[in-house]
């Protein structure tokens, strides 16, 4: 099965930062890739998918990158509604088990 | 607006049985691949089952193989998913998700709030 490596677990930031996170498939899965951000108390919401598409209604300060094996996330300049945990997830259908990373925990500096 | 909401989550014994259920809305239920994806307290996310559009194509992760069913009731709208044989670690929140018109895959766009299986004695 792939397995999906997110860095960091943990990242502290300031409003106003440029922030990046990381995801790593054990194989590579194309661009079958999706990012998404979870609130405390609630269910996922998709930011990214196709490693680089923004979802209808994301700020476009959420951006997406990368193919294969190397995956990141950029949010260009944190809003205080973006603290939050974000998790990449594969959905490759050669490997259908839909794998999400651990999660990065985006926590206020 | 597109709407799921689970329900049938409750605390059970380990080795029973329990049925949750996904009450869709506000889209072409029959037309949608769907999943169910969990998630333990204080941890992260893991999918567990998904289904096609039609019923036809059912998948489920490791951990649930051969305990859990994934069902699709179209008339009624509702995704099920049978789960027997529990155990402790399936104690999770868990959520239904839908996936594009056409896709089986992903991503999932939209996410019901959960309802919450306690496994314990």
Redesign the interface.
Same mark, same amino acid.
């Given at each position: 099965d792939i397995q999906m490596t997110q860095s960091p677990s943990t990242l502290s930031a300031s409003v106003g930062d440029r922030v990046t996170i990381t995801c790593r498939a054990s194989q590579s899965i194309s661009n079958w890739l999706a990012w998404y951000q979870q609130k405390p108390g609630k269910a996922p919401k998709v930011l990214i998918y196709k490693a680089s598409n923004l979802e209808s209604g994301v700020p476009s300060r959420f951006s997406g990158s990368g193919s294969g094996t190397e995956f990141t996330l950029t949010i260009s300049s944190l809003q205080p509604d973006d603290f939050a945990t974000y998790y990449c997830q594969q959905y490759n259908n050669y490997s259908p088990m839909y794998t999400f990373g651990q999660g990065t925990k985006l926590e206020i500096k | 607006q597109v709407q799921l909401v689970e329900s049938g989550g409750g605390v059970i014994q380990p080795g029973r049985s329990l049925r949750l259920s996904c009450a869709a809305s506000g889209f072409t239920f029959s037309s949608y691949a769907m999943?169910w994806v969990r998630q333990a307290p204080g941890k992260? =996310?893991?999918?567990v089952a998904?289904i096609s559009y039609d019923g036809n194509y059912r998948?489920y992760?490791?951990s649930v193989k051969g305990r859990f069913i994934i069902s699709k009731d179209s008339p009624k709208n509702t995704l099920n998913l049978q789960m027997n044989s529990l155990r402790d670690d399936d104690t999770a929140l868990y959520?239904c998700a839908r996936v594009p018109r056409g896709a =089986?895959?992903?991503?999932?766009?939209h996410?019901?709030?959960?309802t919450l299986v306690t496994v314990s004695s």
């Amino acid at each position: 099965d792939i397995q999906m490596t997110q860095s960091p677990s943990t990242l502290s930031a300031s409003v106003g930062d440029r922030v990046t996170i990381t995801c790593r498939a054990s194989q590579s899965i194309s661009n079958w890739l999706a990012w998404y951000q979870q609130k405390p108390g609630k269910a996922p919401k998709v930011l990214i998918y196709k490693a680089s598409n923004l979802e209808s209604g994301v700020p476009s300060r959420f951006s997406g990158s990368g193919s294969g094996t190397e995956f990141t996330l950029t949010i260009s300049s944190l809003q205080p509604d973006d603290f939050a945990t974000y998790y990449c997830q594969q959905y490759n259908n050669y490997s259908p088990m839909y794998t999400f990373g651990q999660g990065t925990k985006l926590e206020i500096k | 607006q597109v709407q799921l909401v689970e329900s049938g989550g409750g605390v059970i014994q380990p080795g029973r049985s329990l049925r949750l259920s996904c009450a869709a809305s506000g889209f072409t239920f029959s037309s949608y691949a769907m999943h169910w994806v969990r998630q333990a307290p204080g941890k992260g =996310l893991e999918w567990v089952a998904v289904i096609s559009y039609d019923g036809n194509y059912r998948n489920y992760a490791d951990s649930v193989k051969g305990r859990f069913i994934i069902s699709k009731d179209s008339p009624k709208n509702t995704l099920n998913l049978q789960m027997n044989s529990l155990r402790d670690d399936d104690t999770a929140l868990y959520y239904c998700a839908r996936v594009p018109r056409g896709a =089986l895959h992903g991503p999932f766009d939209h996410w019901g709030q959960g309802t919450l299986v306690t496994v314990s004695s």
